[in-house]
């Protein structure tokens, strides 16, 4: 199943990894040196890092950072560094022995060295003779090199050696930084060695004049940042942990708070922008339904929301409102209010919906709500055809249908509204950026207010710096009596457990699902697995006691929709499917979600899933089923679900085990890679950035304050591009 299309448009995360990766700096002559020019490049070096590394400016060197450091401000032990996950280790170590090993080519030659700790080898497979006319028996050494386990023993190849008492400090050198390279690179000389050379050049021939200082200096001393010439300098050549530490801080801090800076900015000036229609009336269709056909009472969540959105649709501006919540949270009635307010202030409604099942549901779920008022509602799908298409269309032309529900059908051209005042999109990870555009076209004056409806909880971290043009509410709070689903994870060895459970259930009269993987790129080995089950399950639960039906992604949307009526209506004791059923679908009879091979799951699938059941007044059951063997990022998946069934937490899991290029509906997000920020590891600067960004905009949101100056130019000349984006919306 495809989620790739909702971030394929979100502008606006791509055009904050253009910026991000434009760098920190403000140009300036000095910056824009050629690297040809710059000692140890030349005309056929500068070619190659370009071609290689994109590399055109002094300022592009500047701001490739090192990729790690090797640490040589400290010596470890022998014992230490076998028991410590070194990459590289520095050493002060007494060369005991050493000799020739081996007949054939290539002989190794291997030395023994040893501290008071313990003892490793040190070993070279080529230029032996040079190498012991240097090695004297009985001398101490600092050895530097990195540490591998080979068949159980430890050993440095090629290690670096110096004679200890030759060192002039006790402790050798400082952090090493490692640069990256290309086998082309290397093949020219310009390995993390020949590049850290350059480097060194570079910025020692570099002097505070040459750097514009942008950040505020109360921001500087606030958080006691380096100054940008010293943060550059000491990013590359650190001579201490600290030193690093302190430059990782301002990039990382950077790197969050120009992208805050932009976002807010660009939504303060999308909402002075964006007029949106005024609904002051709650009138007296809300009201009516409000007072004489609720059908339960409101949660705290929904009515807080309900505020949440009268205050836009009230404001003069246009709502574009993300309204977050779990599955089975009610955001269906919130929706439904929504377009009454609409309705009383004779605005038309539409809800768009992924699939033609959901837009099914919809309909039936709001006709249900609506039966006892004076409220037209209509279903268009693609299977809404001929005359029946023509006369719906007419109606709704001609204001005399209040809420059509559909599927994409709905941004179709010929579909044309009398006067759109509302649009919802729910499970807006399937829709993107330009099919919202396409419904806000089809206001007449002003665009019709936007509701999108989410049941993948976002966590927070990644809201603050993708979802800079939404608001979001959020529902919280599950609906009362609501019984928490219990979930279990079960091995095969339990099988005729969980069969026998089964039986007993749909002895008590529920339902079940049972829903196998389905991975694109092995969509037959799926379905294989999915008959295999089905088969296997009929033998242990066989007609006519039981029945079963199956779903899944090849089957003809007819027959599919066919299977599931059967299953919504109670014909079908088990429904057996691919992950087809992952969205929205509503069987309250429905009590035990099976989740076969739930390893192969990512977490939000699984939450997803465990959401079709537990929506009725039963006691409802999400059992995952897997092999003995896991992998350790597996296991974590499967506590997870099984300790909490809190989307957000499960969310906050989901992002900490894959990053944020890999959740679900985020995929593009992923291009949002920052050189040192981490959106887990500082979620804490992450925060910090965002408040100052906030507070500084609140009091100077033009940035015209004289000490803005720095930070203006720097929006202005890194974050062109970025204006684009609310162009594009
Ligand atoms: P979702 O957020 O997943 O779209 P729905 O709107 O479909 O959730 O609501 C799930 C179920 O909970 C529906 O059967 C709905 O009628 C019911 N429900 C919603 N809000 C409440 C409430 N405040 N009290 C009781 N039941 C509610
Ligand atoms: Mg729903």
Redesign the pocket.
């Known amino acids: 199943m495809a989620f790739r299309n909702y971030f394929e448009s979100q502008e606006l995360v791509f055009l904050s990894f253009e910026l991000i990766r434009s760098g920190l700096l403000l140009p300036n002559a000095y910056l824009s040196k050629k690297i040809e020019f710059i000692k140890g490049i030349g005309p056929a070096r500068s070619e190659l890092l370009e071609k290689e590394l994109g590399m055109k400016k002094l300022e592009d060197l500047l701001m490739d950072f090192p990729i790690r450091y090797q640490d040589r401000t400290s010596i470890s032990s022998i014992a230490q560094a076998k028991s410590g996950n070194f990459d590289w280790v520095q050493l002060k170590a007494v060369i005991r022995d050493y000799r020739i090993i081996g007949r054939k080519h290539p002989k190794r030659l291997v030395a023994l060295a040893t501290d008071e700790s313990g003892s490793l080898e040190l070993v070279w497979f080529k230029s032996h003779d040079w190498i012991i006319k240097q090695l004297v028996k009985g001398e101490e050494y600092i050895i530097n090199g990195k540490l591998t386990k080979f068949r159980n023993s430890f050993n440095i190849a090629h290690p670096e050696l110096e004679l200890a008492r030759e060192k002039k400090t006790k402790v050798s050198g400082n952090l090493i930084p490692i640069y990256r390279s290309t086998e082309k690179l290397t093949k020219r000389g310009l390995d993390t060695k020949g590049r850290g050379k350059i480097m060194k050049g570079v910025v020692a021939g570099m002097s505070r004049d040459d750097f514009w200082e942008y950040l505020p200096d109360y921001l500087i001393d606030k958080f006691k940042f380096s100054s940008i010439y010293d943060t550059i300098r000491n990013v590359h050549f650190p001579e201490s942990q600290r030193d690093l530490k302190i430059a990782e801080n301002r990039i990382i801090f950077e790197e969050f708070f120009f992208l805050q800076l932009r976002l807010i900015k660009q939504y303060l000036n999308k909402k002075k922008q964006i007029k949106g229609i005024v609904f002051p009336e709650v009138g007296d269709l809300f009201l009516e339904f409000f007072n004489d056909h609720l059908?339960?009472?409101?949660?705290g969540a929904?009515e807080r929301v309900l505020k949440e959105i009268r205050r836009d649709l009230g404001s003069g501006v246009q709502m574009n409102r993300l309204l977050q919540?779990?599955?089975?949270?009610?955001?269906?009635?919130?929706?439904f209010m929504t377009v009454l307010l609409a309705r009383d202030n004779g605005y038309q409604s539409c809800l768009m919906a992924p699939t033609e099942i959901l837009a099914q549901?919809h309909f039936e779920?709001i006709s249900e709500l609506a039966k006892d008022m004076r409220f037209r509602v209509a279903l268009l799908t693609g299977s809404v055809k001929g005359s029946q298409r023509k006369e719906l269309l007419r109606m709704l032309r001609l204001g005399a249908i209040d809420l059509v529900i559909g599927t994409h059908a709905l941004i179709e051209d010929k579909v044309i509204f009398d006067n759109l005042g509302l649009s919802i999109i729910?499970e807006q990870h399937r829709f993107g950026v330009a099919q919202r555009a396409k419904l806000w076209q089809k206001g007449k004056e002003l665009p019709p207010h936007v509701l999108i409806?989410s049941?993948t909880p976002i966590p927070r971290t990644l809201h603050m710096t993708t979802y800079g043009d939404l608001d979001v509410s959020v529902?919280d709070e599950?609906?009362?009596?609501?019984k928490p689903v219990k979930t279990l994870h079960k091995t095969e060895y339990f099988r005729p457990d969980v069969i026998k459970f089964m039986k007993k259930q749909i002895a008590e009269g529920r339902q079940i699902y049972i829903v196998y993987p389905l991975i694109e790129e092995s969509e037959n080995m799926d379905l294989e697995d999915l008959n295999n089950g089905y088969e296997k399950l009929m033998t242990f639960l066989p007609r006519p006691d039981y029945q079963i039906g199956v779903v899944h992604g090849r089957m003809k949307p007819e027959e599919k929709e066919k299977e599931m009526q059967r299953f919504s209506a109670g014909t079908t004791h088990i429904l057996v499917s691919t992950t087809v059923i992952e969205v929205?679908v509503?069987v309250?009879n429905a009590s035990v979600m099976i989740i076969e091979n739930a390893n192969r799951f990512g977490l939000s699938q699984l939450h997803q899933l465990r959401?079709r059941v537990g929506?009725?007044a039963n006691q409802s059951y999400c059992i995952l089923m897997t092999g003995n063997k896991l992998s350790e990022e597996a296991k974590v998946r499967l506590n997870t679900m099984v300790r909490t069934t809190d989307g957000f937490e499960v969310a906050e899991v989901d992002l900490a085990l894959r990053g944020p290029g890999n959740i679900q509906g985020l995929e593009q997000s992923g291009k949002l890679v920052f050189k040192k920020a981490d959106l887990i590891e500082h979620k804490n600067i992450l925060k910090i950035s965002r408040e100052v960004a906030r507070e500084i905009l609140d009091e100077d949101p033009e940035l015209l304050a004289p000490e803005h100056r720095g930070i203006r130019k720097y929006l202005e000349t890194r974050h062109k591009k970025a204006a684009l984006w609310s162009r594009i919306s």
Do not use: C, E, H, Y
């Open positions: 059908p339960f009472s409101l949660t929904q919540g779990d599955v089975g949270s009610g955001k269906t009635i919130v929706a549901q779920s729910d409806m049941a529902i599950l609906p009362p009596g609501r929205g509503n309250p959401g929506r009725g």
